[in-house]
């Protein structure tokens, strides 16, 4: 179980006053369950991934996993971030310890083959498409089997095939690995394709201010008529749910 | 030669290391088309010049006074001299000894103030105006001040060899560590990879078209000062040597050291650091 409980998390701001990004935050994850996390720009999504993969100690608050700070994770951000100088195989054996390194490699072989990398174990990313570095960091997010997974928007400006692709490459590992998953994104059909469960956040600063259980079957087409059909009668309930209005507060007690 | 031409040149700053002034334009040629083509003119044309500078000088020394400017022969005859008396190798190990001592001294100096400098502003700060004296101090003066300081030595001979080349080491790596990606470096983190492998394998690669390009740059400045050291208070090594046959008016000897020396120089560049860069830079290709 992910506990996350964020008090305040400031910035200090480009005028040098303080920026409040998050505030009053709380916010749980089962043990394998995929949660995404929906919010108009810049209501601090992204800190919140920060703040919960450790990068960002700069707040009032905390997170716990199972009792500790989390440490067996996994992360993908908005960019592929591959290192440009070693191959897909020793990207993806870079994340691995050192100790299990030489165990790993067939796993990480599998990982890559099971995401069609099979071909191009020993390229560098600089010559794979914008998709393939995804998939690329994809298996490195996966490749020691972390208990807590972070995603921060890691599809976005992908065209739809390929990250329909890659979503569905994600929710067979995630199946699989039975990891909690803690997914940042904007786009609703995004999260109602993959989600368990969706926590809506308020403009900046941040907290949940609806969840909403996804009791879609899995696998899910993400532009089926069911998932269609849920998302108009979301949208329909809550006509300004995407830009976070802090007013369904009240409604998400009740729901 | 004058102190002024000694001083460190004001290190440009490149993303790819450029080639060095005595060979021309060899390892980007891969963007040519045709390449084995291309590389093959290229090949007859490298041979051509050297042809050509072999055939002006013959012209030269047919004009000249014999003594003033020797033929190639006569250098060549006197390369074979040298090496048969053992005098030009002996010479020239200590002066490549001490070479490699203060280039590896040097670029391991350079390189950690470098980047510790590229990472804290505060060392940065501290640091900023003794880097600036550092690369404006002509290099006879630290020659002549670590000879004075240290005693005629060895040590105060590959110190002040070092001292002159550490200030450009540090402004190229410097540059680089200023470059790093932090975004990589938060990969790093999320991971949890640690210290070691943060640096080694996060870290470094980064900055290895930074230590490249110092390494080649600073061999290139290492082996003329090396000389002035050597002249100036040193007796053995091949500046020593020139200073003797100097004395003696003696062309045809300097023009064999030189030669030799020079050579060996473009030997390490050209079979070393060049194969060695284009290693660590595969990826780029």
Request: with cysteine; glycine share 8%.
């Amino acid at each position: 179980m992910l506990d996350i409980r964020i008090d305040t998390k400031r910035y200090p701001d480009r005028g040098g006053r303080p920026h409040l990004a998050l505030s009053g935050l709380r916010m749980q994850v089962a043990r394998g369950e995929f949660v995404c996390v929906v919010g108009p720009s810049g209501c601090g999504k992204s800190t919140l991934l920060a703040i919960v993969g450790g990068l960002d100690r700069a707040c009032a608050g905390e997170v716990s996993m199972d009792g500790g700070a989390p440490a067996d994770l996994g992360f993908m951000f908005q960019e592929p971030r591959l290192m440009p100088w070693m191959s897909v195989l020793d990207n993806v054996l870079l994340v691995v310890p050192d100790a299990l390194r030489e165990q790993a490699r067939a796993r990480a072989v599998e990982l890559l083959r099971a995401m069609e990398l099979g071909d191009v174990l020993d390229a560098y990313p600089g010559r794979l498409s914008g998709g393939m570095m995804r998939r690329v960091a994809l298996a490195r997010a996966f490749v020691n089997e972390p208990a807590l997974l972070l995603m921060d928007e890691p599809f976005v400006s992908l065209d739809s095939p390929t990250a329909n692709r890659l979503r569905a490459m994600l929710v067979a590992q995630w199946q699989r690995c039975q990891a909690s998953v803690l997914f940042v994104t904007h786009d609703l059909r995004e999260a109602l394709a993959l989600a368990d469960r969706i926590c809506f956040l308020s403009p900046s600063p941040g907290r949940v201010v609806l969840e909403f259980a996804v009791d879609l079957p899995r696998p899910r087409d993400p532009s089926g008529a069911q998932l269609e059909q849920l998302h108009a009668e979301l949208l329909a309930r809550h006509p300004e749910l995407l830009a976070g209005l802090p007013a369904l507060r009240e409604e998400a007690a009740h729901d | 030669m004058s102190a002024r031409r000694l001083a460190p040149p004001a290190p440009a700053v490149p993303a790819r290391p450029q080639v060095t002034s005595s060979t021309s334009p060899h390892e980007p040629a891969a963007a040519v088309p045709q390449g084995a083509l291309a590389r093959r003119d290229e090949g007859r044309l490298r041979i051509a010049s050297l042809v050509v500078f072999v055939l002006l000088w013959q012209l030269g020394a047919s004009l000249a006074d014999s003594r003033t400017l020797p033929d190639p022969l006569a250098v060549l005859a006197r390369i074979g001299a040298e090496t048969a008396s053992l005098a030009l190798p002996g010479h020239l190990a200590v002066t490549l000894g001490r070479v490699a001592v203060a280039f590896a001294a040097a670029m391991l100096v350079g390189a950690l103030v470098g980047m510790a400098m590229g990472r804290w502003r505060k060392v940065d700060a501290f640091l900023d105006a003794w880097l600036v004296l550092g690369l404006n101090i002509p290099a006879l003066v630290t020659i002549i001040l670590c000879y004075v300081w240290f005693g005629l030595n060895d040590w105060a001979a590959i110190l002040a060899v070092a001292i002159n080349k550490i200030p450009t080491v540090i402004v190229t790596v410097r540059e680089g560590a200023r470059a790093v990606d932090p975004r990589l470096l938060e990969v790093a983190r999320a991971y949890r990879l640690g210290r070691r492998t943060t640096f080694l394998r996060v870290y470094l690669p980064q900055l290895v078209p930074y230590l490249t390009a110092a390494a080649r740059s600073g061999l290139s400045l290492i082996w003329k000062i090396v000389l002035v050291v050597e002249l100036l208070g040193r007796s053995e090594g091949v500046g020593f040597q020139l200073n003797v046959f100097f004395q003696f008016f003696d062309i045809t000897g300097i023009l064999a050291y030189t030669l030799v020396f020079a050579g060996v120089v473009l030997a390490a560049e050209g079979w070393v650091l060049r194969p060695l860069e284009r290693r660590l830079g595969a990826w780029r290709a």
